[in-house]
């Protein structure tokens, strides 16, 4: 097989990622010498630095100064397996769960913009900080920081609508839906600058008191994410199987 020179950490990074997401690696295995690793794959030491720098990235590994590069697993996969659990349990019991779940949410959080047109100012301040956090958390590429501050922005929205009932029953299930939130987010399709740019224009809307234009959008947004949710539990299903 030949491999074009700028391939070749490509090619060590994903041998290495086979062995660790195959188990073949464990949490707390320490990666052999780069020398080594190179010796292994006819490669240059500098080569292997920049295959483990794209683990790193990935979460698979952690590098500490002086020491060997450990396996650590802070990855896409583990945080879906980890997320799942929940939305798999209920799936199990009633399949469909998500779909009921997406119509709740979507109901809410439509219903929940005709009432902010009747408000004035039509939201709190919460709403605005939460975008505000989003869009900080998109320029650090900080995704745990963007989907806890996404999640904030929705209930931000619905305890805006002055609603006390409204508000009671979404905080009900906020924890649930922070967790859909963060499981559909997983999926790599959507960049974080698409799920900001989403949220500014709902946004937008309301602020100018565009009632449909923010409604649509809305009811896009949660089927969008209903999609995504569908291919994340897909995934974690298939690698159960
Ligand atoms: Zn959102």
Known sequence: MSVSRGKLHTTVSSALEDRILGGELKVGDKLGSESAIADEFGVSTR???EAIQTLETKGLVRRRHGGRTTVVREDVHEFIDTLAVTVRQQLAADPGYLEQLMQARRMIETETIELLMTRDP?????????????????????????????????LALVHSSG???LAIMYDNFANLIGEM??????????????????????FACIRDRDE???QALMRAQIDRSADYLRVAIAKAQQKED
Request: glycine content about 4%; proline content about 3%; cysteine-free.
């Open 122 to 154: 039509s939201v709190t301040p919460d709403v605005e900080a939460a975008l505000d956090r989003m869009r900080i958390a998109r320029d650090e590429g900080d995704f745990t920081g963007f989907v806890v501050a996404d999640a904030a922005f929705h």
């Open 212 to 214: 449909a234009g923010a």
């Open 47 to 49: 080569s292997v630095r």
């Open 181 to 202: 939130i963060q499981l559909s987010s997983r999926v790599p399709t959507k960049s974080l600058d698409e799920a900001y740019a989403e949220h500014a224009e709902i």
């Open 163 to 165: 609603n006390r009932i």
